[in-house]
T-cell receptor, first 115, second 112 residues
Framework: GAVVSQHPSRVICKSGTSVKIECRSL??????MFWYRQFPKQSLMLMAT?????????EQGVEKDKFLINHASLTLSTLTVTSAHPEDSSFYIC???????????FGPGTRLLVL | KQEVTQIPAALSVPEGENLVLNCSFT??????LQWFRQDPGKGLTSLLL?????REQTSGRLNASLDKSSGRSTLYIAASQPGDSATYLC???????????FGRGTSLIVHP
């Protein structure tokens, strides 16, 4: 099956710093990548959808200037949390969908803790 | 509105029991359905993916069934073990949409 990786798996940072999370499709070309956020004991909530080479589409209520998404290639998307604050602490999960396919393959997630 | 519901929200069973987790969805025109496992503080692990044209998928002690007409999927775990303790999430993708809808999960504890 298709494999999606995320790096780092866990990150701790100070308030005010920026953190970049990478999402890679290892064995297929991902036309579309998705970023989700999961609060404790909650289900996943879609933050944004990105297509390779174009700007991301953000869900309502998600600040695009705070959560910068770049999908520069068919195998890599990055999420940068800018000027992170403690309330940004959460579990961030990406998924990827290949050309002509609609099934999403999920990465293992990145746990962010902002002190 | 397309919704995914998982019942029960929590389940505690003794080791060795066979158990069934339930997932129901409101619109039968699905594209696929996935079952995931999530350990505390960890990411998602895909367990089984059932395409719309399939009735079930099996992997080891796990069997997932799909009944689109009734809007239901079940995840059957045979001979449960303490290592099966985790939260199990069901996610449905409907035709024409790239965005799966997740249930809130069933938290499973298998005690020795």
């Amino acid at each position: 099956g298709a494999v999606v990786s995320q790096h780092p798996s866990r990150v701790i940072c100070k308030s005010g710093t920026s953190v970049k999370i990478e999402c890679r499709s290892l064995d297929f070309q991902a036309t579309t990548m998705f970023w989700y956020r999961q609060f404790p004991k909650q289900s996943l909530m879609l933050m944004a959808t990105s297509n390779e080479g174009s700007k991301a589409t953000y869900e309502q209520g998600v600040e695009k200037d705070k959560f910068l998404i770049n999908h520069a290639s068919l195998t890599l998307s990055t999420l940068t949390v800018t000027s992170a604050h403690p309330e940004d602490s959460s579990f961030y999960i990406c998924s990827a969908s290949g050309r002509g396919k609609e099934t999403q393959y999920f990465g293992p997630g990145t746990r962010l803790l902002v002190l | 509105k397309q919704e995914v519901t998982q019942i029960p929200a929590a389940l505690s069973v003794p080791e060795g029991e066979n158990l069934v987790l339930n997932c129901s969805f409101t619109d039968s025109a699905i594209y696929n359905l996935q079952w995931f496992r999530q350990d505390p503080g960890k990411g998602l692990t895909s367990l089984l993916l059932i395409q719309s044209s399939q009735r079930e998928q099996t992997s080891g002690r796990l069997n997932a069934s799909l009944d689109k007409s009734s809007g239901r999927s079940t995840l059957y775990i045979a001979a449960s073990q303490p290592g099966d303790s985790a939260t199990y999430l069901c996610a449905v993708q409907w035709g024409g949409s790239y965005i799966p809808t997740f249930g809130r999960g069933t938290s499973l504890i298998v005690h020795p």
